[in-house]
């Protein structure tokens, strides 16, 4: 969700028609899972603690920097930011390796660090030995045992695929039981007869795995990579849609396959979906790939997912499976960071008192306007037709599958139209007190009281998949004095030795405790994404400047101990609430016959928490 005046959702300069969205992801797997081949990269084993392409290039080079200076390797942690950069200027196309970046960098790294072939072989073996498949794993090998997955390749050295799906048919008692056609790079001729015969589930490994004698990891191996399984993915592409997941497109005889592949009319028929995190923009030759299609008339998108298990639990959550399925997924799935926990009854001591950044909502948004679709109209494109046009609008798609909007009425008909989407003449009652508040809901009421908020003097809002913010846009404002104060120097500026801009800014959500409706307020330092997209020559530069920023933001932070973080703290809250509240607010100041606009009150003052009193098994009160 957002709106035609904020910031945009993509922070990585991706071009905005590539947007996906996860949710939307999860629909098409629900509706053409089956029309879908899977395409994992390394990302994808990374929560079962197999090291990803990129944590290898460290420890290739940190090995080899430790070799070149005569340092023991376990003095020497590459952890830390500043032995990182020391070590990575180092190499960063010179002493034998590639930029940064570049799509030989791992192929290089690892064949200098391990000349021999066996060496890498008994490496990569390590690596994987006692390794599990993780959430994201169950899930794939749910969508097979659905029917809604046929077809997996890999450039992984592991063999957590076939083994999670082993695993869960087992467990679930699925019958018919799949049998799995597991294809390694030395098995093209199994692939390609699967492919023809349609014995799916196929799992086809373009590197092979760990077990193999043939394991192609160096730069010499990749570029003469079997040309019958390259085959094989390229007849694929003509029957399947492709979701990539924890790939990077470093690959050139991979992404040339799938280049090519774009020559074939009949080819990627039910799109093709990119995930990447949401921090980090695809390779060059991605974005490339993505625009190529896109001007061929498919269906593709860039979707920000920041874990193979983040993807997996969306898909579980929008596809239809069988009750043994989730009962099994249900069991697999990881604990969660946060839980519920009720509230304590027993007596509180008077101090300390600790101050908590949650605000009362007293008031939310009444209702919404349903939309009607003449033709179905994605999400995203709906949201980029609002931005574009620039209106007082916001709109969602709720579980159910109805299209929902707030806003200005005239605009949101006149920008929707050529979508074929019209206002419908009904509207819908939000219940905040009912037990299960629909994402959509609950998202459409923070994207409205986040542009709220940020008409306040001096702010601006910032709409982000990674969470919503009001920032400092204009020091001067009057209204921004105690808050200067309270942070004790500038309100914003620029990140020195970069070309990042930053401010001080809150981050905003909203949830339901005890009953109760709360704003969550918490103080934060905004800088700007980098704009654009990076070249090759550039992105060691834009990576440098990311890296100089955090290190600002960690040393910005660093002083805030208590009584500062509760000064900024209440400076925050009084500068939202004008003064401590209520303060009623209007996210656009609509005139009555002009459309729905959401009205929040919230309160200014905070909640608190009192410490326990404490009993011994005497029952005498402790301290």
């Given at each position: 969700m957002s709106d035609a005046f904020a910031s945009p959702l993509d922070l990585t300069g991706i071009p905005g028609e590539l947007v996906g969205d996860i949710s939307q992801l999860a629909r098409a797997v629900d509706v053409q899972g089956a029309q879908l081949a899977w395409f994992l990269g390394a990302g994808a084993?990374?929560?079962s603690d197999i090291p990803t392409a990129g944590a290898l290039i460290l420890r290739f080079k940190h090995e080899l920097y430790c070799a070149a200076h005569h340092l023991d390797v376990q003095d020497i942690n590459p952890g830390y930011p500043h032995t990182r950069a020391i070590i990575e200027g180092y190499f960063d196309g010179r002493n034998g390796l590639p930029p940064l970046?570049?799509?030989?960098?791992?192929?290089?790294?690892?064949e200098t660090a391990y000349p021999s072939a066996d060496l890498r072989a008994d490496l990569i073996a390590d690596l994987c030995q006692g390794r599990g498949p993780n959430y994201g794993h169950y899930v794939l090998a749910a969508l097979m045992a659905a029917g809604r997955l046929q077809v997996v390749f890999s450039t992984n050295f592991d063999d957590l695929v076939e083994a999670g799906a082993h695993s869960l048919f087992e467990l679930a008692g699925v019958t018919p039981r799949p049998t799995l056609v597991i294809a390694g790079l030395g098995e093209p001729e199994l692939a390609?007869?699967?492919?023809?015969?349609?014995?799916?589930?196929?799992?086809a490994k373009l590197h092979g795995d760990f077990r193999s004698v043939r394991l192609k990891n160096s730069l010499a191996e990749l570029a003469s990579q079997d040309a019958e399984m390259r085959h094989v993915l390229r007849g694929a592409c003509g029957r399947f849609g492709l979701i990539v997941t924890g790939y990077s497109g470093r690959d050139t005889s991979v992404m040339k396959v799938l280049t090519d592949a774009l020559g074939d009319k009949e080819s990627f028929p039910a799109g093709i979906y990119w995930c990447h995190r949401p921090t980090e923009p695809p390779a060059r030759e991605v974005i490339d790939f993505l625009m190529a299609a896109r001007t061929t008339g498919r269906t593709a998108f860039a979707v920000p997912v920041d874990n193979f298990i983040e993807l997996a639990g969306a898909i579980e959550r929008g596809v239809r499976l069988a009750d043994n399925l989730r009962r099994c997924l249900a069991e697999r799935r990881p604990t969660p960071v946060l839980t519920l926990a009720p509230t304590p009854t027993d007596p509180t001591r008077p101090y300390p008192i600790l101050r908590l950044n949650a605000l009362p909502l007293t008031k939310l948004p009444s209702q919404v306007r349903c939309l009607d679709e003449q033709a179905p109209c994605e999400l995203a494109e709906a949201q980029r037709a609002i931005r574009a046009g620039r209106i007082r609008g916001l709109v969602a798609r709720r579980s159910g599958g109805q299209l929902v909007a707030v806003g200005h009425e005239g605009q949101l008909a006149e920008t929707l139209r050529p979508l074929q989407v019209s206002l419908a003449d009904r509207t819908e009652t939000l219940d905040w007190d009912a037990e299960s508040i629909d994402p959509a809901d609950l998202g459409l009421a923070l994207d409205a009281l986040t542009l709220g908020l940020g008409r306040t003097d001096g702010l601006r809002h910032v709409l982000a998949r990674r969470g919503h913010q009001v920032r400092v846009v204009d020091p001067k404002a009057s209204s921004l004095a105690r808050l200067k104060s309270a942070c004790g120097g500038p309100l914003c500026g620029v990140v020195p030795k970069t070309s990042l801009s930053w401010s001080e800014a809150v981050g905003l959500n909203i949830e339901r405790r005890q009953g109760a409706w709360w704003l969550l307020v918490v103080p934060e330092i905004w800088v700007s994404p980098p704009k654009g997209v990076p070249s090759p020559e550039n992105r060691s530069l834009r990576r440098a400047e990311q890296r100089t920023a955090g290190v600002f933001v960690q040393k910005q932070r660093a002083?805030?101990?208590n009584r500062a973080?509760?000064?900024i703290l209440d400076a925050w809250v009084r500068l939202l609430c004008a003064g401590l509240g209520p303060r009623e607010i209007r996210t656009?100041?609509?005139?009555?016959a002009e459309g729905l606009d959401p009205t929040f009150e919230v309160d200014g003052h905070t909640a608190f928490s009192r410490p326990l009193q404490v009993r011994d098994r005497q029952g005498r009160q402790q301290s």
């Open positions: 084993s990374a929560m970046g570049d799509p030989e960098e791992y192929s290089v790294a690892f390609s007869r699967a492919l023809q015969k349609s014995s799916f589930p196929l799992i002083t805030r101990y973080a509760n000064a656009w100041n609509l005139g009555p």
